[in-house]
């Protein structure tokens, strides 16, 4: 076989993209601590978090399940806090959100981004201080503009021409002025590991800073007596490594702020330059330390105001992957382990795309470890995949694991703290897992798994 090309049309040779496996570590037992959760150890064998044991965990909440690590978070969080100025963090909800979770970020100081009435419902309910929330959407519902004035909320960004006319006129009717941002795009798209100053703004977000649909909505919404024109937004990619793209934008946004100063004698006083800040995931990703961003933006910004003769505007962040990201673990039974003709071999876990969708959706990358026991056999090179019918349905693409590996191992993955639960889908009818919170050897369920009955519950023919 070795040699022989993909059959043409092979679905295989479509859906996983050439793998380039890093070598085996040196000990496969080991707990990196760049990529897990900052509590997370081994004891007696087992991978422990918040001090407790994942065989215990498994035991008494179930397979698949989500560990989330309390002071991982709320640590991450305090440290952006620190860094930039009181205040001017917000959470982006987007990477996890629930009522745990909106506790969390409003006990360490932190203001939330929501982008969908949902989000906003569950901050809300949490008790969430309006003031400290924004809205974001490049398709924003009436009703969901509606709930956001009613409430209050500190910030909407506006997406579009349409948009602006939205919001002015429910404002009116509501008897709101709120304060908005306009999300420029600034011709800057990073992607992972490089950022790419782009002459197109291809993408559905935002208005764009080289056409000047950004300078035409600032003066539509400054000609509106509903709307308080409060700053400028841009969110410039996920998953970002160096800061270079950060100061790309920032620059392109002073230079926005000193045209509007021309045009219209007025400062704006904010700058929001989103989130986007890179974790960890796999070894040799090397996240940007907040402190540094924070100093690296500020001192980007001054520089550019004070050649421009303009005050220094307050400026925020959205971190969301950077705060939950890190914390996060799922815990995985394993089942069938399948050798593929000698070239690797297939181990099956009991959940998958379901609960972990972005290797599937943009081939992310992952890592994890033989979590219920050491081992010091040889490695093997393993494929972690789930339950799904489809054969992209894969969770970590080169993993190594221990030769003895068997079926009822746990095998952890590591940083699934983002954009994992809170993108999971009940394909092939499985229940969503559950969330557990951990902390000093007290773990609470703070999301509950899903049951049969819950999704049979909205099945018209079967509980109708
Ligand atoms: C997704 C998003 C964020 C958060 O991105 P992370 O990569 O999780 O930090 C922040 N702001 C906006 C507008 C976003 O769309």
Redesign the pocket.
């Known amino acids: 076989m070795t040699g022989m090309a993909h059959p043409a049309g092979s679905r295989h040779a479509d859906i996983l993209p050439d793998s380039h496996p890093l070598p085996a570590p040196a000990d496969l037992n080991a707990i990196n601590p760049a990529i897990w959760p900052r509590s997370a150890r081994r004891a007696d064998g087992a991978l422990t978090v918040g001090g407790l044991d994942v065989r215990d965990l498994a035991a008494e909440f179930g397979t698949p399940l989500y560990v989330l690590d309390e002071d991982d978070f709320r640590a991450r969080a305090r440290e952006f806090r620190n860094a930039f100025h009181e205040e001017d963090v917000?959470y982006?909800g987007?990477?996890f959100l629930c009522g745990a979770v909106a506790r969390w970020v409003a006990e360490e100081g932190l203001g939330l981004?929501v982008?969908s009435g949902g989000e906003l419902a569950i901050a809300l309910r949490m008790g969430v201080d309006p003031a400290r929330i924004t809205l974001?959407g490049n398709n924003k519902s009436t009703s969901e503009i509606e709930k956001a004035l009613e409430a209050g909320i500190g910030h909407i960004?506006l997406d579009s021409f349409e948009e602006i006319a939205r919001v002015a006129y429910l404002a009116a009717k509501l008897g709101k002025r709120p304060r908005v941002l306009i999300?420029v795009t600034t011709g800057v798209e990073a992607h992972t590991h490089e950022f790419i100053a782009t002459a197109h703004d291809d993408q559905k977000?935002g208005l764009s800073r080289n056409s000047g649909a950004a300078l035409e909505a600032v003066r539509r919404v400054l000609a509106l007596e509903q709307l308080e024109l409060a700053g400028l937004?841009s969110?410039i990619?996920?998953?970002?490594f160096q800061t270079d793209g950060f100061e790309v934008a920032a620059h392109r946004l002073v230079e926005l702020l000193a045209a509007i100063h021309d045009e219209h004698g007025r400062q704006l006083p904010e700058l929001d330059l989103?989130?986007?800040?890179g974790i960890a995931y796999v070894s040799g990703d090397e996240p940007i330390d907040p402190k540094l961003i924070a100093d690296n933006l500020r001192r980007i910004v001054a520089k550019e105001c004070a050649s421009y003769d303009l005050a220094v505007p307050r400026i925020t962040v959205?971190?969301?992957?950077?705060i939950v990201?890190p914390g996060g673990i799922t815990v995985y039974e394993v089942g069938t382990i399948k050798d593929v003709e000698g070239l690797r071999t297939y181990v099956s876990v009991d959940g998958g795309m379901s609960d972990n969708l972005r290797t599937a959706l943009y081939g992310a990358e992952y890592t994890g470890v033989l979590a219920s026991r050491t081992s010091e056999m040889s490695p093997m090179l393993s494929r972690l995949v789930g339950k799904h019918c489809e054969s992209g349905d894969i969770v970590v693409r080169d993993l190594w694991l221990p030769e003895d590996l068997a079926p009822g191992d746990l095998v952890a993955v590591a940083a699934t703290g983002?954009?994992c639960r809170s993108m999971a889908s009940n394909y092939n009818h499985v229940p969503r897992p559950a969330v557990v919170a951990v902390q000093d050897g007290t773990a609470r369920v703070i999301v509950r798994r899903e049951t049969e009955d819950d999704l049979l519950r909205l099945d018209m023919e079967v509980c109708g």
């Open positions: 917000y982006a987007k990477a981004d982008c974001h960004v999300r977000f937004h969110h990619g996920s998953q970002i989103g989130g986007g800040f959205e971190p969301g992957r950077a990201g983002a954009y």
